[in-house]
């Protein structure tokens, strides 16, 4: 087995190699990358999809510089997460090559410092919602299919937002959910608005609708046609279970789907049936899970168990199989 860097000693490999199992053959199927967002570890773990179970270490990031607000996007045979911190913004992107188990690469670099906690893709494009660090809201992208830095999209069209919502995505259309809005003071910062952009174009986001409650740090995923918002924090940090859905192609309101196991704020990803919910949060009490359930993106109903998460409960997570790719 590799060690804590995702090192596999020479004993290991000639032990692997006289079973034939080296080189290590690549991962096949449709898989979450759920990239570890705790300072004080920084694994990266993987999961089939469509069979579930307890999740498997993939390799590291670089130790010291994982963030909570970091976000995940992917395409068919990458997976990318962006890094921001609380002080000292950093612009970092890293990627993973999804079949093949090791450690993050340097991807580019993001073109403006802030908050960011939404990310969603196509094949082509990585579009990522946040809050610059002069707390204008902007909208910026980058490439998927190729290395390099990003480059702005346009900004909100609703206004100022410190973002912690969350984004999903078709093959044409991404749409950002949720978040904190800094101009509103507590008890009532989490916001229930959804704005969507074109991918393929750049300008300013239009409005999609409502969520059927205002909240933050919730997870999403999507099919082609289907977009869920699963739990997050809404007012006073009070947590909930709810599951919304919405047609991507449409705008309007979003419309209750069912329950988490657990209410938390979580990390989510999909394949085209299943949207699978990674580890979490509670924030009062503060408690953390490593729980992982799933539902069925077409039907409605309440999540499932799927599995636990190993070795850390807060991540972001992408797949090579989501709605918009």
Avoid at 25 to 30: E, F, H, K, N
Avoid at 111 to 117: D, K
Wanted: aromatic share 10%; charged share 10%.
């Amino acid at each position: 087995m590799p060690n804590y860097q995702g090192v596999w000693s020479l004993s290991t490999q000639f032990q692997a190699k006289g079973d034939g199992n080296w080189p290590l053959p690549p991962l096949s199927g449709d898989i979450a990358i759920i990239f570890s967002i705790l300072p004080e570890y920084d694994g990266i773990q993987y999961q089939q999809i469509a069979s579930g179970g307890n999740t498997v270490e993939f390799g590291s990031l670089v130790t010291g510089l994982t963030s909570s607000f970091s976000a995940s996007m992917s395409s068919s045979t990458h997976a990318l997460q962006t890094q921001f911190a609380t002080t000292g913004y950093r612009t970092d992107v890293r990627y993973v090559t999804i079949v093949s188990k090791g450690n993050a690469q340097d991807w580019g670099d993001l073109n403006r410092e802030g908050w960011l906690a939404a990310c969603t893709s196509n094949s082509t494009r990585g579009i990522m919602f946040g809050n610059a660090a002069g707390s204008t809201s902007y909208i910026t992208y980058i490439s998927v299919s190729s290395q390099g830095n990003a480059s702005d999209f346009g900004i909100y069209q609703g206004g100022s937002y410190y973002q912690q919502g969350t984004a999903l995505s078709s093959t044409t259309r991404a749409v950002t959910a949720g978040g904190y809005n800094d101009g509103v003071t507590a008890p009532t910062y989490s916001t229930n608005t959804m704005e969507y952009v074109t991918i393929a174009t750049t300008g300013n986001s239009s409005d999609f609708g409502d969520l059927t409650d205002a909240r933050r740090f919730s997870g999403s995923s999507s099919s082609s046609t289907r977009g869920l918002i699963n739990g997050g924090y809404t007012n006073d940090d009070y947590t909930k279970n709810v599951i919304d859905y919405i047609t991507i192609a449409t705008t309007g309101n979003a419309t209750d789907f069912g329950d988490l196991t657990v209410g938390r704020a979580t990390t989510s990803t999909s394949n085209s049936t299943k949207s699978v919910n990674y580890g979490g949060r509670v924030a009062n009490p503060a408690t953390e899970y490593n729980i992982i359930d799933e539902v069925t993106i077409a039907s409605t109903g309440n999540a499932s168990d799927y599995g636990d998460l190993q070795s850390f409960y807060r991540g972001t997570a992408a797949s090579n199989a989501h709605g918009g790719l």
